[in-house]
C-alpha cells in the first residue's frame, strides 16, 4: 500500500496533494467523473525526467483508489505515472453499474472521458501521454479491450484482465458483440495496423468459471444476437477473444494464475511483470 508523499509543503507550482497518492480530481471535461493519481516518490518539478503513464482502470466495485495503491510500487520502481479514473455507478440511470464498460452510454463517450483525463495529467506533469499503458480486470477489462480496438494508436501496451463480456472482431456483428458498425457508432473505423503495433496480455486466474454475473438472458435488454459466440464463462470468453486477436495478426500473450477465481488484486504479479517487460522493450512506431 502507498504511503503519503516523503515531503512537507507544497512544490513550486504543484500542490502537496499533486504528489504521491493523490486526492480525487474531478474531470474538468465532465465533473461527473474522477480521478487520482500515484506519482513517484522521486518525481521533482526543477528537474527535466519524463515519466511514463500507466492507466489502470476499475472494475464494478469501483476500486480506483485501491488500484492505485496496489501499483504505487511499481510506479516508483519504473518511473511511472499511474492514473486511476473513477466512473461513478448510476450516471444516466439510477442504480446501472455497467456505464462505463462498452464505451458508450446514454450519449456519454467513456474513451473520450478517459483521454481528457489523460490531457489533464500530461499538462500537469512531465509524462509520456502520446501512447500510454492500460489495464483493467473485470469490467475494467471490457472497457480496456474495447478502448483498444478504439484507440490503439495511444497505447504502448493493454493488458486486458477477466472481461465478463467480450467484443470479437466479427464484422457480422454490431457492437458490442461485434464490429460491424463500429464508424458509423464512434465516428473511428478498426486500425488494424495500429492494433498490432500494441503489445497485448490476456490475464484470468484458472478457476475463474463462475457464470452468475456474466449470464445475458435472451430477454434481456443486453441481449443481441451473436451473444452466443463468446463462450459461456470468463475463461472461453477471454479465450475467444485471443484468438479473434490472433486470427487478425494481433500478437496476444495469454497468461493465467493458478488456482484463482475472479479476485482482481491476486493477478497483480503477472500484469506488472506485463508491464515492466514493456517499458523495458522499444516501443514500435505509432501507426
Not at 126 to 153: I, K, N, W
Not at 265 to 285: G, T
Request: a neutral charge; glycine letters at 8%; aromatic letters at 12%.
Amino acid at each position: 500500500m502507498s504511503s503519503p508523499p516523503a515531503r512537507q509543503g507544497h512544490g513550486i507550482k504543484l500542490s502537496y496533494y499533486d504528489f504521491g497518492a493523490t486526492t480525487f480530481f474531478a474531470s474538468q471535461y465532465d465533473q461527473r467523473f474522477s480521478y487520482c493519481l500515484y506519482v513517484p516518490k522521486n518525481y521533482s518539478e526543477s528537474e527535466d525526467k519524463v515519466y511514463d503513464l500507466a492507466v489502470i482502470v476499475h472494475g464494478t466495485g469501483r476500486t480506483a483508489s485501491q488500484y492505485r495503491d496496489r501499483f504505487a510500487d511499481f510506479a516508483d520502481r519504473n518511473d511511472c505515472i499511474v492514473l486511476a479514473p473513477l466512473f461513478p455507478a448510476g450516471i444516466g440511470v439510477a442504480g446501472d453499474l455497467a456505464n462505463y464498460k462498452r464505451i458508450l452510454f446514454h450519449g456519454i463517450r467513456y474513451d473520450q472521458v478517459l483521454l481528457s483525463m489523460v490531457d489533464e495529467v500530461a499538462a500537469k506533469y512531465r509524462v509520456r501521454s502520446e501512447r500510454f499503458m492500460l489495464y483493467g480486470f473485470s469490467g475494467g477489462g471490457q472497457f480496456s479491450q474495447r478502448f483498444f480496438l478504439l484507440h490503439p494508436e495511444r497505447l504502448h501496451a493493454v493488458s486486458i484482465g477477466a472481461p465478463g463480456v467480450v467484443t470479437l472482431l466479427n464484422t457480422d456483428y454490431d457492437w458490442w458483440v461485434g464490429v460491424r458498425d463500429i464508424e458509423q457508432r464512434f465516428g473511428r473505423s478498426l486500425n488494424l495496423a495500429a492494433m498490432r503495433a500494441v503489445t497485448v496480455q490476456t490475464i484470468i486466474g484458472t478457476a475463474d468459471t463462475a457464470t452468475w454475473e456474466i449470464t445475458i438472458p435472451r430477454d434481456s435488454a443486453l441481449w443481441m444476437d451473436g451473444a452466443q459466440l463468446q463462450g459461456d464463462n470468463r475463461i472461453e470468453r477471454i479465450t475467444a477473444l485471443a484468438d479473434s486477436f490472433a486470427a487478425h495478426g494481433i500478437r496476444v500473450q495469454r497468461d493465467t494464475v493458478p488456482g484463482i477465481a475472479h479476485e482482481p488484486f491476486k493477478v497483480i504479479e503477472p500484469v506488472e511483470a506485463f508491464l515492466q517487460q514493456c517499458l523495458r522493450a522499444p516501443q514500435a512506431a505509432p501507426v
